[in-house]
């Protein structure tokens, strides 16, 4: 069945280290997100991309990175410049452009990542 | 910029009862989509519903429905005949532009709903 594998389920990071956060997706979705989430919180958009080797940054961009070599691939990094990197993070992806699509976003199961 | 806003962080509603969860949004866009998304403690999202900018009715699956007021920017869902397993937080999203915009879902805060026996 398609859909979006996210790993690991928790991850757990000392102060000062990279941790990268797998996303794969085998749905032929263009289109690829990842989503910062707080508790009690909504999902606030890290870093989008429509197309391989390109992504732009969202809303909260600072402290992380990403990649997109492979269309079915979006790897987050979390870097030592973000402060507070405790959270939930999901990935989604898309149909690109939605056009006037409904069923065009489907999240993973999300990675909850602590800093020890 | 674009927005969304929740204003009810919590809501309590009896079982076989109907809840209206409130949603308003801000674009200057004129095509845009809203979506609703139900997030149980397991962390999935699920999606539930979805209404376009240019629809002229208001969207409907199942149990849900979705209370649209284009002049008002508001979409509010309404639950009919709530079940325990209802309870979960949900959250109204908005994507801007059906053909620019990167295609990005933007949030609201979210409205955690408890549905009693």
């Known amino acids: 069945d398609g859909g979006i594998t996210q790993s690991p389920k928790y991850l757990f990071r000392k102060e000062g280290q990279n941790v990268t956060l797998s996303c794969e997706q085998n749905?032929?979705?263009?289109?690829m997100y990842w989503y910062r989430q707080d508790p009690g919180q909504g999902l606030r958009l890290i870093y989008y991309s429509q197309i391989v080797n390109d992504f732009q940054k969202g809303d909260i961009a600072e402290g992380y990175s990403v990649s997109r070599e492979k269309k079915e691939s979006f790897p987050l990094t979390v870097t030592s410049a973000q402060k507070n990197p405790t959270a939930f993070y999901l990935c989604?992806?898309?149909?690109?452009?939605?056009?006037?699509?409904?069923?065009?976003?489907?999240f993973g199961s999300g990675t909850r990542l602590t800093v020890v | 910029a674009q927005k969304i806003t929740q204003t009810q962080p919590g809501m309590f509603v009896q079982e076989k009862e109907a809840v209206t969860l409130d949603c308003t949004y801000d674009?200057?866009?004129?095509?845009?989509?809203l979506f609703w998304y139900k997030q149980p403690s397991s962390g999935e999202m699920i999606f539930l519903i979805y209404q376009g900018s240019y629809d002229e009715q208001n969207a409907t699956e199942g149990r849900y429905s979705l209370n649209f007021q284009k002049a008002r920017k508001s979409a509010n869902l309404v639950i009919s005949a709530s079940q325990l397993g209802d309870s979960a937080m949900y959250f109204c999203?908005?994507?801007?532009?059906?053909?620019?915009?990167?295609?990005?879902?933007?949030f609201g805060q979210g409205t955690e709903l408890s549905v009693k026996p």
């Open positions: 749905l032929n979705h263009d289109a």
């Open positions: 999203a908005m994507r801007e532009g059906f053909y620019n915009q990167g295609g990005k879902l933007i």
């Open positions: 989604a992806s898309s149909v690109y452009p939605p056009g006037h699509t409904i069923y065009g976003y489907t």
């Open positions: 674009t200057s866009d004129q095509s845009y989509g």
